[in-house]
Antibody, heavy 121, light 110 residues
Framework: QITLKESGPTLVKPTQTLTLTCTFS??????????VGWIRQPPGKALEWLAL???????RYSPSLKSRLTITKDTSKNQVVLTMTNMDPVDTATYFC?????????????WGQGTLVTVSS | QTVVTQEPSFSVSPGGTVTLTCGLS?????????PSWYQQTPGQAPRTLIY???TRSSGVPDRFSGSILGNKAALTITGAQADDESDYYC??????????FGTGTKVTVL
């Protein structure tokens, strides 16, 4: 059974760097074709695709946020880390990580429960 | 910047049929965008319904179906039920697998 769980700070100050960790089980990120992505959702607003990392360390970023995002993986720990620099109150959102299976053409199947990050001084 | 557009809201009667669409601010949607669809209720993580235009995720009832209609991706709910009342989001994948979520559609069943 695949599970994912997001962890990280619930409150960050403007200009700080956010580091979120997605810890997963039930699959390996060394399996060909598999990926893990990050998505966020500001309160009351739509989902926003952020980044995705694949088994072979191939990475994709949202063009609008690319300069601020870094996604990495630690296969031995079953973790994917997302860092976002220069946080602003508009980055207040629930951040989700999700699994992308082989042969699903980038789509996501299993999702974490999400973690709410508030940006405020 | 690419904008993926969806209807803000739809209302459907129980047992009725509703078709939600997913379009591009500029251009037509084709299967090459690998459209996928997600259902979300308040306070919950999204649930995957459809991927690669028309393939249902495991456990998704066959009253949900995906297609391309004209120049848009579409999600049709046939025989709507009360627990289909949710927000629905599409995703289109641009070149190299970069995803863009749509603006979302709120479906009310009444």
């Amino acid at each position: 059974q695949i599970t994912l769980k997001e962890s990280g700070p619930t409150l960050v100050k403007p200009t700080q760097t956010l580091t979120l960790t997605c810890t997963f089980s039930g699959f390996s990120l060394s399996t060909s074709g598999v990926g893990v992505g990050w998505i966020r959702q500001p309160p009351g607003k739509a989902l926003e695709w952020l980044a995705l990392i694949y088994w072979d360390d191939d990475k994709r970023y949202s063009p609008s946020l690319k300069s601020r995002l870094t996604i990495t993986k630690d296969t031995s720990k079953n973790q994917v880390v997302l860092t976002m620099t220069n946080m602003d109150p508009v980055d207040t959102a629930t951040y989700f990580c999700a699994h992308s299976p082989y042969n699903w053409n980038y789509a996501l199947d299993y999702w974490g429960q999400g973690t709410l990050v508030t940006v405020s001084s | 910047q690419t904008v993926v557009t969806q209807e803000p809201s739809f209302s459907v009667s129980p047992g009725g049929t509703v078709t939600l669409t997913c379009g591009l601010s500029s251009g037509s949607v084709s299967t090459s965008y690998y459209p996928s669809w997600y259902q979300q209720t308040p306070g919950q993580a999204p649930r995957t319904l459809i991927y690669s235009t028309n393939t249902r995720s495991s456990g998704v009832p066959d009253r949900f179906s995906g297609s391309i209609l004209g120049n848009k991706a579409a999600l049709t709910i046939t025989g709507a039920q009360a627990d289909d009342e949710s927000d629905y989001y599409c995703v289109l994948y641009m070149g190299s697998g970069i995803g863009v979520f749509g603006t979302g559609t709120k479906v009310t069943v009444l």
